[in-house]
């Protein structure tokens, strides 16, 4: 399309420095339209003095000359609408079947360090639905980027510092000495077998000093939150490539070391005997305190430590996924960006909203173990890992969804998990049923013969796939995946009510039976390779 304009303009002298790198091309909604269609000619006309219907003609002329263009018609004010030849288009399949698992990746952020920080729970519990989004969504999006040549590292930020591990530490002694929970501790059955585990490990640790009672509580009560934790998400299918300790930062020095540089540098000033940083100057709502007046660090002196740490181990982009209420902590990581002396755009914010389980019409509230939240573990117990991951990950982080327990406990097409992944299924069985009649898959095929309007459908849907990883992948969305495998399981569904793949009875297999059966594979293929980036199997039968 792009060399196409080219032509053209430069034919009539012109600029053709005006056209985009990637000329912008879409399936149209209406078929009658065309296969595909642009507005490169609305887009760039002014630009080079031509009205864009005179554009559009010069362009329709040049490219119903190029082979594999069947017809190009200008519509409207300079819409160009294409229609490819059949065997134009077979070449769609082709590609799939030499690409294989590799069909679909790019090279667009080749080169690219990228920090994927997510999850990050709080080792004082299990993980909450909020988390598990993020279980699933960074997981996801880890693969997308990888996908597009990134060189991703997962990590899980420990939060083993701080108030919130004190409170867990008096929990686990209340329970120990058979107390209530502190009021402003945590409770649930957890607590308790954590506290019978770590007795069970050192038996004689009530009857130890107070201080040493309470580190042995924090050092072992912690270890098995953790260990559980990280066990549950390996088994959810997300793993890290490393888990960062905070309280490292305290005890390593880096957290004071950067504090005196930024004191030393001005970037930090001194009110009220406390010491903030002016985040307010790169767009921060307000000033940050660093350093409270009692000389303890508050929060954002670890986060600074952390972002420096991170840009010193050569991340060119570092991504956080917060939850809901952490909406203020864009402004200041991007203002602690830019105070260390880097580019705002080294820090990039995605912001996850709530999660709700919905169960016979009414919301899910109570957790068996946690008692007061619902976990992952409560999920999957409910729906199994796949349906979760795929639910979780279908949807724009920004908005907040209902899961309903029921529609994914269904085998019908309602559920949008069990409809892609019945699709693949299905694809799976038209390849052991050709195995079953002894018809061999054929090197050569004549995808010409692929030209009816569902086999049309099917593979532009195929077709699609490169560009929806791709823009999934610039806009930090695997959703857009999920979304396309319901578009192309719909397009598969669709083609195998009118298409006959495999002969029936002594009929013998004919060449359109092997380019059918082509055109099945690549869609098989799409779909698995799309399910692997959710995390998600592609079952061969169900």
Not at 163 to 189: H, M, T
Not at 190 to 202: F, G, N, P
Not at 528 to 542: C, I, K, Q, T
Request: charged share 25%; net charge negative.
């Amino acid at each position: 399309m792009r060399s196409s304009a080219v032509t053209v303009l430069e034919a009539r002298g012109l600029d053709a420095g005006v056209l985009p790198e990637q000329v912008t091309v879409e399936r149209p909604r209406n078929p009658e339209h065309g296969d595909y269609a642009t507005n490169v000619a609305l887009q760039v006309a002014k630009k080079v003095g031509l009205a864009p219907r005179e554009l559009a003609d010069a362009l329709a002329a040049e490219l119903a000359a190029t082979d594999g263009v069947e017809a190009a018609e200008v519509a409207g004010p300079g819409f160009l609408n294409l229609r490819l030849a059949a065997d134009a288009q077979g070449e769609i399949v082709a590609r799939v079947l030499a690409e294989g698992e590799g069909f679909g990746r790019g090279d667009s952020l080749a080169g690219t360090k990228i920090n994927l920080e997510f999850v990050s729970a709080n080792p004082t519990g299990p993980i909450h639905l909020g988390g598990t989004r993020w279980a699933a969504v960074g997981d996801a999006l880890g693969r997308v980027l990888s996908a597009q040549g990134a060189e991703v590292t997962r990590e899980y930020y420990f939060n083993d510092a701080g108030a919130q591990i004190d409170r867990y530490v008096s929990s686990l002694l209340a329970a120990a000495e058979g107390r209530p929970a502190p009021e402003d501790g945590y409770a649930g059955a957890y607590i308790d077998d954590i506290a019978s585990a770590v007795l069970r490990k050192e038996p004689d640790a009530l009857a130890l000093p107070e201080d040493e009672c309470r580190e042995t509580f924090r050092r072992i009560g912690v270890g098995l939150m953790f260990e559980e934790i990280k066990q549950s998400l390996h088994d959810f299918g997300t793993d890290f490539d490393v888990f960062f300790h905070e309280d490292s930062l305290h005890a390593g020095g880096a957290v004071a070391g950067v504090v005196e540089e930024l004191k030393a540098t001005g970037a930090l000033y001194e009110s009220d005997g406390a010491w903030w940083m002016r985040t307010t100057d790169q767009g921060d709502d307000k000033d940050r305190v660093v350093i409270k007046s009692d000389g303890d660090p508050a929060y954002i002196a670890g986060d600074i430590a952390y972002l420096r740490d991170k840009v010193d181990r050569g991340f060119d982009l570092c991504i956080y996924m917060l939850g809901a209420d952490h909406h203020g902590y864009i402004g200041r990581l991007k203002a602690t960006a830019v105070t260390l002396g880097y580019d705002a755009n080294v820090v990039e914010v995605l912001i996850g909203q709530m999660v709700n389980l919905v169960s016979g019409g009414k919301p899910v509230r109570m957790s068996k173990r946690a008692g007061t939240v619902v976990t992952l573990e409560d999920l999957v117990e409910a729906v199994g890992v796949d349906a979760a991951r795929y639910e979780l990950t279908r949807y724009s982080v920004d908005s907040g969804i209902d899961i309903d327990l029921d529609l994914l406990r269904k085998h019908t097409n309602e559920n949008p998990v069990f409809y892609v992944q019945y699709a693949h299924a299905r694809l799976a069985s038209l390849q052991r049923g050709a195995a079953e009649l002894g018809i061999e898959r054929r090197t050569e095929v004549d995808l010409g013969l692929l030209s009816h309007p569902r086999e049309g459908d099917l593979i532009r849907t195929i077709g699609e796939f490169p560009s929806v990883l791709a823009k999934a992948a610039e806009l930090r969305e695997p959703h857009r995946i999920a979304r396309y495998l319901e578009a192309l399981a719909s397009a598969y569904h669709k083609f195998y009510d009118v298409a006959r793949v495999l002969p029936q009875g002594d009929e013998a297999p004919s060449d359109l039976t092997f380019a059918r059966l082509a055109l099945c594979e690549a869609a098989r293929q799409v779909i698995a390779n799309g399910l692997s980036l959710l995390g998600v199997s592609a079952p061969e039968r169900m």
